[in-house]
Nanobody, 122 residues
Framework: HVQLVESGGGSVQVGGSLKLSCVAS????????MGWFRQIPDKEREGVAG???????SYADSMRGRFTISRDSAVNTVYLQMNSLQPEDTAMYYC?????????????????WGQGTQVTVS
């Protein structure tokens, strides 16, 4: 069983940056697909970025070039560097782990979730 704890959210001005962290415990993240999702009230949770066990990454179209997902296996942590933030990036951001090595954009395919960290851009 994997436990995930996100941090790094907050309030930032338009054009600013934030770096989210997701610390995992209970297993080694390199065995999982690790993903970042986000959600605003009354909307479905949407995929932001993912990193597979081999280190390959993928991004939603609107985040590509602005967001970077990375992994530090030594500290069992996944990061999401977010640059050029816009008001539409305001959301609760969640870290998730999928036991299957390949990533997916569907939240239903993920097995473990963190509690989320709020990002507000204004």
């Amino acid at each position: 069983h994997v436990q995930l704890v996100e941090s790094g959210g907050g309030s930032v001005q338009v054009g600013g940056s934030l770096k989210l962290s997701c610390v995992a415990s209970g297993d080694t993240i390199s065995r999982y697909c690790m993903g970042w999702f986000r959600q605003i009230p009354d909307k479905e949770r949407e995929g932001v970025a993912g990193i597979e066990s081999d280190g390959s990454t993928s991004y939603a179209d609107s985040m590509r070039g602005r967001f970077t997902i990375s992994r530090d296996s030594a500290v069992n942590t996944v990061y999401l560097q977010m640059n050029s933030l816009q008001p539409e990036d305001t959301a609760m951001y969640y870290c998730a782990a999928r036991r299957v090595l390949a990533c997916s954009w569907s939240p239903a395919d993920f097995d473990y979730w963190g509690q989320g960290t709020q990002v507000t851009v204004s």
